[in-house]
């Protein structure tokens, strides 16, 4: 049976080790703090001393930590050479797709393959099996890998090469933000014409303008305020990545950026 490592114990990652680890899967877990590993006391994961002896013991190893240099600092100290030829590094993370490719670039000489694969959700989602996985990388990896992702995700969706994953997810974060932006502002617009927010809330959210940017909204009293701390330094990350790679392309940010930036700028959190 496929052996799974996973790292990156956060509010995303939590659940999808959890589904891995309740699947029979067999599952090793590191984290840099251990308290992150006291809710796994009641299953069957195993834990590693360090990055390396996980990979040492894994055939699909998995990271959802938060960015590039997070990403790099692990699969360069140690992870990526304690791989055996034949296995599969899993980069969940949201990141730049250079990363990816240089990650695969690097694994390639020793018989590992890269995925990147995103996912779109949160740990509700999750713990359902309904995560979303936006996948780049060979199609004979995710052959392999599919199982592990099946036990969290559905659906699984295959874009294209290695870094292909990243970019749907950046322009989902992107267009994600743009929806935060534009529906704030029509909050703030209904109010000065005397609809209360709440009352917005609940009309729009069963109407037709009903997104899940609003939805979250809604969710959070009608402002940004309580959503900001949440995600906002990691949507400002997003829509710069999603900047720089307009700007690499040759392409105009259009309009979708200056929503985005709306709802950046209401959270504290320019671009």
């Known amino acids: 049976m496929t052996r799974v490592g996973f790292i990156g114990l ?6 999808m080790a959890r589904a891995i ?3 029979g899967i067999p599952t ?33 190893v998995c990271l959802c930590v938060v960015g590039d240099d997070d990403v790099r600092e692990l699969v360069y100290g140690g992870l990526l050479d304690a791989m055996t ?3 599969t590094l899993v980069i969940h993370s949201t990141v730049h797709p250079d990363t990816c490719r240089e990650l695969a670039e690097r694994a390639e000489a020793k018989g590992v393959s890269v995925l990147d694969a995103p996912v779109s959700g949160g740990g509700p989602a999750a713990a359902a099996g309904t995560l979303l996985v936006m996948v780049g990388g060979d199609e004979a990896a995710l052959v392999r890998v599919r199982p592990v992702f099946e ?4 659906p699984i969706v295959h874009l294209g090469p290695v870094g292909a994953g990243q970019i749907t997810k950046i322009l989902n974060n992107l267009l994600f933000s743009a929806n935060l932006g534009a529906a704030i502002s029509m909050l703030e617009l209904g109010e000065s014409l005397g609809v209360p927010r709440d009352k917005a809330c609940q009309v729009m959210t069963s109407g037709s303008a009903n997104s899940r940017a609003l939805g979250s909204i809604a969710a959070f009293g009608g402002t940004l305020d309580a959503l900001a701390p949440i995600a906002g330094a990691l949507l400002q990350k997003d829509v710069r990545l999603a900047a720089s790679l307009a700007d690499a392309a040759g ?10 930036d709306a709802a950046l700028d209401s959270m504290g959190h320019p671009r």
């Not at 036990?151 to 559905?154: G, Q």
């Not at 392409?251 to 985005?260: D, I, L, S, T, Y």
């Open 28 to 60: 090793t877990l590191w984290a840099r703090r251990p308290e992150s590993l006291e809710p796994y006391a009641d299953t069957a994961a195993t834990y590693a001393e360090t990055p390396a002896a996980l990979a040492a013991a894994s055939d699909v």
């Open 85 to 87: 030829e034949g296995s």
């Open 10 to 15: 956060g509010s995303q990652g939590g659940p």
């Open 21 to 23: 680890v309740e699947a």
């Open 151 to 154: 036990t969290y995700a559905n």
């Open 251 to 260: 392409a105009p940010q259009g309009k979708v950026f200056h929503a985005a």
